[in-house]
């Protein structure tokens, strides 16, 4: 199984992206899917969560009403809507899928930097 992020890298406060993560195999319509992120000297943390049939979401406290999460089986795609974007989201965005706990994924994307910067 492999992931593969991608979205706009440089935002400018206030601003909007979507980042997506296409996923191969052939079994992405049963993972639960996530979006971790990673700030600089930070740890990587929790954003969002997925059930494969869209209807389980999770949010960090930290990004509700900003961020959306969602999927689209049919193109094995994941994606993460962001609004409202403020300097403190810059950070390495991770996808990652098949859920082992609320915070430990068995597949992980190599991740794609989001700076938020006027």
């Known amino acids: 199984v492999q992931l593969v992020e991608s979205g706009v890298g440089l935002v400018q406060p206030g601003g909007s992206l979507r980042l997506s993560c296409a996923v191969s195999?052939?079994?992405?319509?049963?993972?639960?899917m996530a979006w971790f992120r990673q700030a600089p000297g930070k740890e990587r943390d929790f954003v969002a969560d997925?059930?494969?049939?869209?209807?389980?979401?999770r949010y960090a406290d930290s990004v509700k009403g900003r961020f959306t999460i969602s999927r689209d089986n049919a193109k094995s795609t994941v994606y993460l809507q962001i609004n409202s974007l403020m300097p403190e989201d810059t950070a390495v965005y991770y996808c990652?899928?098949?859920?082992?706990?609320?915070?430990?994924?068995?597949?992980w994307g190599q991740g794609t930097q989001v700076t938020v910067s006027s």
């Open positions: 990652a899928a098949d859920r082992l706990s609320s915070i430990d994924y068995k597949y």
């Open positions: 195999g052939r079994t992405f319509s049963s993972y639960a």
């Open positions: 997925i059930s494969w049939s869209g209807i389980g979401i």
